[in-house]
Antibody, heavy 115, light 109 residues
């Protein structure tokens, strides 16, 4: 069974940083492109970033370029999202997802950016 | 404003069929056969129910079907059941990224 378990969310002040982690199991992690997708009540679902199987290619939504970094460790079956210079508008539930064209979803982790 | 356009709501009685549309452009829905549909119950994570326009993941009932014509994709739920009441989001590959619809709340009357 595919399992994706996110961690690392929480409350952070504007301008702060957080690192999200996603532990994958139930499939061959190194064979899959992986993504982060976020959900807010106001903007719905938003694709954030993706990374190819070997980490050689990474893509980001415009509003997080230069602030967020997606990475993976295939030996640890783990996906990461380093989020710097956080803004209030980054407040959302962040989902780890298997795939880059369609998604199998994790359960999500809440990130709240507020002073 | 979402990149893909979905009706905000849809409804049907148990046993009936309902179709939800998802309209994009030639840069997303019309340009790739990578349209997906995701079901989300309140307080839960989304669940993939259709991928690559019309394929169903293992375990998804065949009451759910997908199709595409031009820049518009559709999800049809046949034989509506109470547990189908949820939010439904379409998504489409758009080159190096994915775009989503704003979601449709399906109510089973």
């Amino acid at each position: 069974e595919v399992q994706l378990v996110e961690s690392g969310g929480g409350l952070v002040q504007p301008g702060g940083s957080l690192r999200l982690s996603c532990a994958a199991s139930g499939f061959t992690f190194s064979s899959y492109c992986m993504s982060w997708v976020r959900q807010t009540p106001g903007k719905g679902l938003e694709w954030v970033a993706n990374i190819k199987q070997d980490g050689s290619e990474k893509y980001y939504m415009d509003s997080v370029k230069g602030r967020f970094t997606i990475s993976r460790d295939n030996a640890k079956n783990s996906l990461y999202l380093q989020m710097n210079s956080l803004r209030a508008e980054d407040t959302a539930v962040y989902y780890c997802a298997r795939g880059c064209r369609s998604f199998y979803w994790g359960q999500g982790t809440l990130v709240t950016v507020s002073s | 404003q979402s990149a893909l356009t979905q009706p905000p709501s849809a409804s049907g009685s148990p046993g009936q069929s309902v179709t939800i549309s998802c309209t994009g452009t030639s840069s997303d829905v019309g340009g790739y056969n990578y349209v997906s549909w995701n079901q989300q119950h309140p307080g839960k994570a989304p669940k993939l129910i259709i991928y690559e326009v019309s394929k169903r993941p293992s375990g998804v009932p065949d009451r759910f079907s997908g199709s595409k014509s031009g820049n518009t994709a559709s999800l049809t739920v046949s034989g509506l059941q109470a547990e189908d009441e949820a939010d439904y989001y379409c998504s489409s590959y758009a080159g190096s990224n994915v775009v989503f619809g704003g979601g449709t709340k399906l109510t089973v009357l």
